[in-house]
């Protein structure tokens, strides 16, 4: 049975970049701490610092996890599309090279999940 391919859609985005106000989505995630449904998105300003992204967004998202007290900053590594990455804190997002629904993932040494359990 042969299969036709459609090589054109002609449905809009609904989650373009024009459709966010001025913002971008960027998904967040944290290796080893799936206490959480999903990978958090945050529409975000094109110039929020990065640092801003970590005391805001990321805080009031990832806090509720027991660990979130113990991270230290300085040992987190992180991962953009699946690669070794380093962000530079006082540079804007755009200015680290994130783009509308670009992936971010950190890493936090020694913090094993919950009570240990990496899960």
């Known amino acids: 049975m042969s299969v ?21 989505l960027i998904y967040v995630g944290w290796d080893k701490h799936l206490m959480f449904y999903g990978t958090p998105t945050f529409p975000l300003p094109f110039a929020m610092k990065f640092s801003d992204l970590i005391a805001g967004p990321m805080t009031q998202a990832f806090s509720p996890h027991p660990d979130f007290e113990k991270i230290d900053w300085s040992k987190v590594t992180w991962l953009k599309d699946n690669k070794p990455w380093t962000p530079d804190f006082e540079k804007s997002l755009t200015d680290n090279g994130l783009d509308h629904k670009d992936c971010i993932r950190f890493q936090t040494p020694g913090l094993d999940g919950m009570f240990g359990i990496n899960f």
Do not use: L, T, W
Request: charged share 35%; net charge positive.
């Open 4 to 24: 036709a391919a459609i090589s054109e859609y002609k449905i809009p985005s609904r989650d373009s970049v024009d459709k966010f106000h001025g913002n971008k």
